[in-house]
């Protein structure tokens, strides 16, 4: 028997890629496939669904880790696997969060997800060690301490000096000796640069989706 897979990712090409994926393998059919990650519940509900490929960012803001969290709770026999083309740097662990059996990226070949898929159904876990690297100014994002990250993402959240070293209980001179270092290492010459440059490469994302309901 095939297994029936459920493909939410709301970009067309995306999304015709990934069927395309699951009906070139006589291991999988195609059940359905939807725009909007809120909706997922409600479709797993009227229909038979073994196997989930998730986006992280759906229609109207939709979050697929949110929605993941939510069929892991109603429909804990369907297995998910997230997969995104963002590379953010939080998104592995809020996954595992979440419950998601296994994340890969989209730009991986046809081969390489069917395998992820593969293995999933087999009962494993499969998640990438670490994000992709990214290239940002004269270093790439492999360079940036945790510390460096968390202030970022805070910068990214338009969050004052004040407010960042409150969030991290720490001191506003600990939070400007993070940017500093990480404009020294980058080469940008100043925090919009810097900024715009992250957003571009999509490794801190400007307005982070929802956090996972506790």
Same mark, same amino acid.
């Given at each position: ?167 991290? @209980? ?9 940017? @500093? ?8 010459? @100043? ?24």
């Amino acid at each position: 028997m095939r297994t029936k897979v459920l493909i939410v990712e709301d970009q067309k090409m995306p999304r015709e890629n990934l069927a395309g994926y699951v009906n070139s393998s006589r291991n999988y059919v195609l059940v359905g496939t939807l725009t909007n990650a809120a909706m997922t519940d409600m479709f797993c509900e009227g229909h038979a669904v073994d196997l989930i490929l998730m986006d992280v960012c759906t229609e109207h803001d939709e979050s697929g880790l949110d929605a993941a969290l939510i069929i892991k709770k109603h429909f804990p026999a369907i297995k998910i696997i997230i997969v995104t083309s963002m590379v953010e740097c939080s998104f592995l662990d809020r996954a595992h969060a979440a419950g998601a059996e296994s994340f890969w990226y989209k730009d991986a070949s046809e081969q390489e997800l069917l395998d992820v898929m593969d293995r999933t159904m087999a009962g494993e876990s499969i998640y990438p060690e670490k994000t992709p690297e990214v290239e940002l100014g004269m270093t790439t994002s492999y360079d940036l301490t945790a510390g460096e990250l968390k202030v970022l993402r805070l910068l990214m959240e338009s969050l004052s000096y004040e407010e960042i070293a409150k969030e991290l @209980n720490c001191s506003e001179r600990n939070v400007r000796f993070h940017l @500093n270092n990480v404009l020294d290492k980058t080469g940008y010459k @100043n925090k919009m640069q810097l900024l715009l440059a992250i957003a571009d490469k999509k490794l801190i994302i400007p307005k982070p989706i929802k956090e996972l309901k506790k």
